[in-house]
């Protein structure tokens, strides 16, 4: 394994990523020249069952036609009684076989291979099965589409597992990583076990009340804190990466802009670090609430809606990006992909071979049988496109909502209209006595308790102290596991009634 | 989490496993005494989405009947045609329900709770799913019986991530780890990766051509070994644990005696190391080929049959299990679990937590189910004892045929009678001539090619240089992949063939 010599940043990489090498016991003995070995040998090599004792012999799933096909019901128990009612209109459903090496022949143009029950509950190659893998480089291909042509994907166990197994192959002790200061506060804890420094950088954001476009950036203070390196971080070595949520950013909501992408890809450039971009959110992008919401978007206007990524502009493999299915198809599946230069993806690879091994058989079956029955990359974006579009209508409802609350009305709180993904941040006006701040949001806190509405604290999504101080007067509300839009309409309320109550003996 | 105090081997943990304290940042804010709460607030916390935008709305699992429902089909043009078709006579199956919170109110006896869609493919506890970790803890008691009250459980990635998880518990940086000198190769690399040294146990084992009781020894060696620690491994701590794989030996076959467990426990005790247990093989438990095979086996009698194990014979949180479904159900569902004291299972905890999370839901959900479907443990442990059928079928088959060949006739080669698990070792008698030892081996191999059998190596499964050199004159057979038993036998007559190969010139 040394593609080493192809690979511009192999400085940036770990030395133990670069020092694995696994050698399985199975492997072959050499035969002399014109040896004449058996033509059929009988292989009773590894410790793998024949499919025939499998307990699974038959496997039938059923799909929703969309998310929340029979529309909403708020009603808790008609709720709980129809949950296994008949399947929805239109639904598809598939079988999964137990040999599918006739249907796989098929040579169809767009033909998306199965996964069938002896293959998929067998062991199997640690990047991923062959179709579900394929199916992974042809969405990058047409969805993602790098910048240079050296990368290859591998399957993860998820979001969290793709970011831990992409330290792991950048990271010795002591290297350092930078991260936005509001961020997926679990990489404190990855890069304690790793033992890899967290620099902060710090972030504007401008919520809006009037829902027009309010921009996230932070280029600025990146590049400033590059170039002052040895005065602001005396004694530690320069970065080596930086982690980045660009589209639907957790907690803010925001996505970065083109420009900016460029901006920071060129400071990358410059001081020589990578970029880990995370983007389980990318999927969920919207219009902002003054423009009439397109739910007939084409496979096509969705992907330019996308816009370029930090991968899409790269042209060196400085860009690893994180992919989950999480968002789009289901958390339980724990399944996620790596997209990366390929001499990164043989590092994680390898980390994978000792650590986890290839990510569950029944899912990579039901994930990719499921993209099967949908038509393949097309019929996928098109159910990706019905999620998005879910997502868009409780991102409308909530902003709209707080938009017309009382306590936004009063100039005592803004709400950011989400650009992408699951979160929409809510931020209460702690006026200029900097002294006031933290006792206003704990008092915030409270009335919510009162009121009846839990959210997260913008402060618990901080690795930064200052920023825990100075810039966390919001808190992040979540538009995903709300049955329908009159929750996340009577939660607007409950947030504005909170903060309403923090005024309660102001004059009016 | 400060379990610590009650733990007696706490000092044999590692420092990073005990450092860790991870921290969600979904942590409630404390309240106020007498604080009036809303008591029904909205929570709009996770990025975890509401079940109804999972694409999968139904899901329906055929089981087999038993292992090979219709027997055997030698023909593999057969068998790809038959593999689709029908279910098996006898076969259940079983529908995943979307809510399954009805059915799980049910509270008959025996009645083993169902994990339904909505659970299943949704974010869930790191320990694994309620219904699943139960049964593990159920499986446990009544299977395994640990000797100390203070024990737990965990799911795992399957055997090989529960190895490696246990190892991150115990090792620190320059530790010392002892193993059996032939054994599970993959720990080397999980000890390069983790930074641990392996001392490597030698081992005496004597394989019988007469089907008789032959048995594994190495409690002398180890024995000697640790009390002369200083002199034997200069300069290396003592040894904090001891990886060892007690029943169905891989490669080699054997199980170890009651007694010779109850010395290896002795000499842990006196030296104060853990014992790390992996029993992926442990319920595939034979009779000799001498003995009328019993395939009608009472739970309780296969119960009875496997005997103490290690944790069984444990007073004081010593011994850490491996357990995986690879084996009796299949490796696809990627899931094993870990027995072993609470502190230790805090440990691992942890770090599922930061690295992989809980085992797919899919997997969880068809394995859980699965063993509801077959009426908890009782019926479960009816599908192993199936299993183990199989096996033993396959494994007096391959024994008988190679007892009864040329080569073990002339005493050329011997053959080990299997006690438990997947392989049988095939012993190419070299003869005294150590200088001839590898030359001989190399020709076997040569030999095999031509003959057209496959196994691997005994030198591949060893971790000890003059193992490799003096002892590993042998190959291990798989049991397990084989369509049929007359493949089995025909790869006997093939092996056979090779060895008298090496003799073609003798005098007959």
Same mark, same amino acid.
């Given at each position: ?9 192999? =400085? ?11 050698? $399985? #016991? ?6 002399? +020249?014109? #040896?004449?070995? =058996? &033509? ?34 708020? *009603? ?9 009612? @008949? ?12 040999? @599918? ?14 996964? +069938? ?20 480089? *042809? ?5 993602? $589409? ?24 950048? #990271? ?18 990855? @890069? ?11 972030? *504007? ?15 600025? $203070? ?19 990466? #930086? ?14 802009? !083109?420009? $900016?992408?460029?901006? /920071? ?9 990578? %970029? ?16 009439? &919401? ?46 990366? =230069? ?28 499921? %993209? ?12 990706? %496109? ?67 509405? !839990? ?35 009577? @939660? ?6 909170? /903060? ?9």
């Amino acid at each position: 394994m040394t593609q080493s010599t192809q690979y511009k940043h192999e =400085h940036l990489l770990s030395e133990k990523g670069k020092s694995r090498s696994f050698t $399985h #016991f199975y492997r072959s003995f050499p035969l002399p +020249d014109n #040896f004449k070995a =058996h &033509p059929k040998p009988l292989e009773l090599v590894g410790g793998v069952p024949n499919f025939q004792i499998f307990p699974v012999e038959s496997l039938k799933v059923g799909l929703r036609s969309k998310p929340f096909p029979n529309g909403y019901d708020t *009603d808790a128990q008609v709720n709980a009684a129809t949950a296994n009612a @008949a399947p929805s209109k239109d639904a598809l459903s598939f079988d999964v076989l137990v040999d @599918a090496s006739e249907v796989n022949k098929v040579a169809e143009k767009d033909h998306h291979e199965e996964i +069938d029950i002896k293959t998929g509950l067998q062991y199997s190659n640690t990047p991923g099965m062959d179709p579900l893998l394929k199916f992974t480089k *042809d969405f990058t291909k047409e969805v993602i $589409h790098p910048g240079y042509e050296d990368w290859n994907t591998i399957l993860t166990l998820g979001g969290a597992n793709g970011a831990y197994k992409a330290f792991e192959a950048v #990271f010795n002790e002591g290297d350092v990583l930078l991260a936005q200061e509001f961020t997926f506060t679990p990489v404190v804890q990855s @890069a304690k076990d790793i033992g890899f420094d967290i620099v902060s950088v710090p972030m *504007d954001f401008q919520p809006t009340t009037k829902g027009g476009k309010a921009e996230l950036t932070y280029a600025d $203070h990146l590049s400033k804190l590059l170039d002052n390196w040895a005065t602001e971080q005396p004694g530690k070595p320069k970065p080596k990466a #930086f982690y980045v949520i660009p589209d639907g950013q957790n907690p803010l909501g925001f996505s970065e802009s !083109l420009e $900016h992408k460029k901006k /920071v890809l060129e400071l990358a450039e410059k001081h020589d670090f990578l %970029i880990i971009e995370d983007e389980p959110y990318a999927y969920l992008n919207f219009q902002p609430v003054t423009e009439e &919401p397109n739910f007939q978007l084409t496979t096509k206007e969705f992907i330019e809606a996308l816009g370029d990524s930090y991968i899409s502009l790269d042209t060196t493999g400085r860009v690893i990006r994180l992919e989950s299915f999480s968002k789009v198809y289901a958390p339980g599946v724990r399944t996620g992909f790596i997209v990366g =230069h390929k001499r990164v993806i043989e590092l994680i690879t390898e980390y994978t071979m000792v650590s986890t091994r290839n990510p569950s058989g029944l899912s990579q079956i039901v994930l990719n049988n499921t %993209i099967s029955a949908l038509g393949g990359l097309q019929g996928y974006l098109g159910w990706i %496109i019905n999620v998005r579009n879910e997502y868009l209508k409780r991102k409308n409802a909530l902003v709209l909502a707080l938009q017309h609350s009382e306590s936004v009305k009063k100039g005592w709180a803004y709400v950011n209209d989400a650009e992408c993904g699951m979160f929409v941040t809510f931020v209460v006006n702690t006026g200029d006595a900097e002294s006031k701040h933290e006792y206003m949001m704990n008092e915030f806190r409270l009335a919510t308790a009162q009121t009846g509405v !839990l959210t997260v604290s913008g402060g618990n999504l901080s690795i930064s102290e200052e920023a825990k101080k100075e810039r966390a007067n919001f808190v992040r509300i979540s538009l995903a596991s709300a049955p329908d839009l009159k929750t996340l309409e009577e @939660a607007a309320k409950r947030l504005s009634d909170a /903060v309403v109550l923090l005024h309660k003996d102001d004059k009016q």
